[in-house]
């Protein structure tokens, strides 16, 4: 059974930084891309970031570009998330993913999420 545990949310001034983790368990971690998606209150599901198998590509959201690092340390089947300058607009619920492949934005599966407010 694939499991996607998030940790790490909380609450934040803007300007400030969080870090993000994700514990994977139940399928071969090294093998899969893995995203980070967010849904901020009354919105849809947005692709944030995307990391392949090896943890070698990379790619962003334009908005988070520059502000964010995604990476992954396949020895402990762990994604992370390095959020900083914070904004309000990205106050959301983020979620893991797990890829279809080795290299897609396309996922199958996703954890129950942890929420990050972004306020003064």
């Known amino acids: 059974e694939v499991q996607l545990v998030e940790s790490g949310g909380g609450l934040v001034q803007p300007g400030g930084s969080l870090r993000l983790s994700c514990a994977a368990s139940?399928?071969?971690?090294?093998?899969?891309?893995m995203s980070w998606v967010r849904q901020a209150p009354g919105k849809g599901l947005e692709w944030v970031t995307g990391?392949?198998?090896?943890?070698?590509?990379?790619s962003y959201l334009d908005s988070v570009k520059g502000r964010f690092t995604i990476s992954r340390d396949n020895a402990k089947n762990t994604l992370y998330l390095q959020m900083n300058t914070l904004k309000p607009e990205d106050t959301a619920v983020y979620y893991c993913?797990?890829?279809?492949?080795?290299?897609?934005?396309?996922?199958?599966?996703r954890g129950q999420g942890t929420q990050v407010t972004v306020s003064s």
């Open positions: 990391i392949n198998s090896g943890g070698v590509l990379r």
């Open positions: 993913a797990k890829s279809i492949s080795r290299w897609s934005q396309e996922y199958d599966y």
């Open positions: 139940g399928f071969t971690f090294r093998s899969y891309g």
